[in-house]
């Protein structure tokens, strides 16, 4: 490499590293919420861009995905939702600043204690960063030796759904018991939105399709290139999204056993394939290589759909009731 | 080394930025975006450290653990708004009761 490329990727990295610290000061200290949360999404493309640097474009995609398109969701949701309720509790004696305090009224001492400590924190942690060990070869070659008996050839999803697939499948578990403990909360909101605009509604329609079909992509190509099914199962989550934001957000009136389904579908598949093994004769997922691909292919087609809904169901922020008016 | 180096100190200055921010701010929603920077710093600390292996390119295993990570942060922010929300019903304050008053 050269003097002048190495110069400009020196020079990128630094002003993309300081670009991180200077926007995620931003988002934790501007004094009005929402632009806080504005700020946290540009915040997460941010951090895509510097996983594309550390040379991992799976992360990339997940963290542009989920990390800020689906959280700066929840939080903007969540926003509106305390805002709403601020509101209609604004004639009781509910202090309106609650948002624009910006810290809690610590005194001066406790605050040059917090700031002083975390100076120390950054350095200590700096310094144990620097005395790591010198270069270590890690686990890239014992998973690169692997590969060909892993059915796929991206040594990251042959990583999530092979060789740790047990991290995967407590992950989707977590996933679930998220959705479980944030339904019995509370009741999903009746409305979501006041009144989509038309132009929100007919994007949708031209939107939802691509969306779709870009998530197909993701969860097929994971098997060669970075994308995978938790990437796909975000853009599915955010055409769910869209269209519960343009409006449909009832229920069908019938029962809800269609939904809890589709919910449990990722977890059961991939219980259900693990046993199966077991029943065959082999360990808990250990999957025979001439059938791995197709076997991570059906674990990743039903792992997609679940963490779309189960995604989208999130941002609901509750259960949603049966067949309750707009 | 150069990317190492850049997004490891930036990754410990967003943890400790989040860390402050979580223990100085009261209203849960600030609180819960804090730790979500320190998530995304602890991430790319050990993005970083993963970036350092010599020879073929990153090391995958870390990236597949930080895409677990992710996936659970995502999970464990709904849950943490949820109980917010909730909170927020039940005191009319968006913060733990007994820092009302602090």
Redesign the interface.
């Known amino acids: 490499m050269d003097v002048m490329s190495?110069a400009a990727?020196?020079t990128f990295?630094?002003l993309?590293?300081?670009a991180?610290?200077w926007v995620?000061?931003r988002?934790?200290a501007s004094t009005n919420?929402f632009k806080?949360?504005v700020f946290?999404i540009a915040?997460?493309l941010l951090?895509a861009l510097?996983?594309v640097?550390?040379?991992?474009p799976?992360?990339a995609l997940?963290?542009a995905a989920?990390?800020a398109g689906?959280?700066g969701a929840?939080?903007l949701?969540?926003?509106s939702?305390?805002r709403r309720?601020q509101d209609s509790?604004q004639a009781?004696d509910?202090p309106l600043d609650?948002?624009t305090?910006?810290?809690?009224?610590?005194s001066l001492g406790t605050?040059a204690l917090?700031?002083v400590f975390?100076?120390v924190?950054?350095v200590c942690?700096?310094t144990a960063?620097l005395s790591?060990p010198p270069?270590?070869?890690?686990?890239?070659?014992q998973?690169?030796e692997q590969l060909s008996a892993s059915g796929v050839t991206n040594?990251?999803t042959?990583?999530?759904l092979n060789?740790?697939a047990y991290?995967?499948l407590l992950?989707m578990g977590?996933?679930f018991?998220?959705?479980v403990?944030?339904w019995s909360?509370?009741p999903a909101p009746a409305q979501l939105v006041t009144a989509p605009g038309s132009i929100l509604i007919s994007f949708v329609r031209v939107l939802v399709p691509i969306v779709v079909l870009a998530a197909t992509y993701l969860l097929w190509i994971g098997a060669y290139a970075p994308g995978?099914a938790?990437q796909a199962g975000a853009v599915l989550a955010a055409a769910v999204v869209l269209i519960l934001l343009a409006g449909e957000n009832t229920m069908p009136a019938g029962s809800t056993w269609p939904l809890r389904a589709t919910l449990s579908l990722g977890l059961g598949v991939f219980v259900a394939v693990g046993m199966s093994l077991m029943g065959m004769g082999r360990s808990f997922l250990d999957f025979p290589t001439d059938q791995a691909g197709n076997l991570i292919l059906l674990i990743e087609v039903a792992a997609t759909v679940s963490?779309g809904v189960t995604?989208a169901a999130?941002?609901l922020?509750?259960q949603p009731q049966r067949g309750s008016p707009k | 080394m150069t990317a190492t180096m850049a997004y490891a100190t930036a990754g410990i200055g967003l943890f400790v930025l989040g860390l402050y921010a979580l223990s100085a701010y009261t209203h849960l929603l600030r609180k819960v975006i804090a730790l979500n920077i320190m998530a995304s710093g602890i991430f790319l600390v050990f993005g970083a450290i993963a970036h350092r292996a010599p020879g073929q390119g990153a090391d995958p295993v870390p990236h597949a653990l930080v895409i677990t990570g992710v996936v659970v942060a995502v999970s464990a922010t709904a849950l943490a708004l949820a109980l917010m929300l909730r909170i927020q019903a039940e005191t009319g304050q968006p913060r733990l009761p007994d820092e009302t008053s602090d």
């Open positions: 190495l990727n020196w990295d630094g993309l590293a300081l991180l610290l995620g000061w988002v934790l919420l806080g949360i946290f915040f997460g951090v510097s996983w640097r550390l040379e991992a799976d992360v997940a963290e989920i990390g689906l959280t929840l939080l949701a969540a926003l939702r305390l309720r509790a009781s509910q609650a948002e305090s910006r810290t809690a009224r610590l605050q917090l700031i975390s100076a924190l950054f942690l700096g960063f790591l270069l270590t070869p890690g686990l890239g070659p998973v690169a040594p990251v042959a990583v999530l060789f740790r991290d995967t992950e977590v996933l018991l998220a959705l403990a944030v909360l509370s995978g938790f963490i995604l999130l941002f922020g509750g």
